[in-house]
């Protein structure tokens, strides 16, 4: 079973309040260019991330405004910044890492919203069905790289609104050689975990 | 079979006369602390690598001189310096890629020497006996970090000064949350090739 790989760079997601904090009051995000999960994109805006020892600049914003403010990084980033955020799913915020946000019009000084996202899996119920993947929360899956493995712990997230893609961060794409629209091959379970 | 994890950062071997151009007339590598494999160690002198697009300073040197120079770096590193190294196996450099090295007394621009490190372990013949391994040039590891998972194409390297131990650069140890001296698992191939 195979899946497209997006690989997931450095990413801002915000609030409406916190956007405002950041760019002034009236401002809107813009569309830079799409992203494979629907309705979701890149905007033209970035903002400087600042961790206990370094700052890294120019890192995008995606659109639209969530729910919550959440900043995505690699462990790579989370060294080269002196902090140490918890791999999470998305949205699972609860003592996450500090990390301030610094845009043209104000910054923020967030107490927790800094993690490494969890590998995951976006998949529509019928494809979840049709795949066998019903019941599953996690799979492993082959990367082809030329330093190619394989990646444990990609977590199935199916909704309505999904576009079938495998998510994986720049350290786990940087690390085996692969890049956005590889290829890769979902492992089932009885082939793979019994030799854990 | 177990086997305990190095992990590579960024570094540079250099041979005499480039290491004179760089640090000067009479200058001697001073060790800093050792490394793991036998006579080799981590300097106190580092220096500046420079790509298309950008330059990593502190970079440090490893000594003693070799018969070669040479720069490892991660394929992170690469995308942030703007080069594209190939993976190769430490002094295998025809073909590798350019790269400038600024040093305190001068600069060095090498048509090749850039190089992503290959997955490896350091053994010697008589572990590489005793452990099964003879005949064999590659195995695949399983790295059990929070983002576990296994690397492939880890090649044995027999010496008769080895210190057994695995050797991944930062992004293999990044991308599984792995660090120095963590442990891992050498896959036997009929265990492990035959879901490939």
Redesign the interface.
Known sequence: MKVTIGVSNRHVHLKEEDMITLFGENFQLEELRPIHQPGQFASTSTVTLKGEKRQLDNVRILGPTRSYTQVEI???DA?YLGINPP?RMSGDLKGSSPITIIGPKGELHLKEGCI?A??HIHILPKQRKLYDLEGIDKV?V?LFG????????VYIRESETSYYEMHI????A????VTNGDMAEI?KGE??DK??
């Open positions: 690699s462990k790579t060294y791999v490494i969890d590998r492993s082959r030329e330093k190619g493995g394989v990646v444990d712990d961060d720049t350290d786990d940087n690390a085996h050689l492992l082939d793979y030799n854990r």
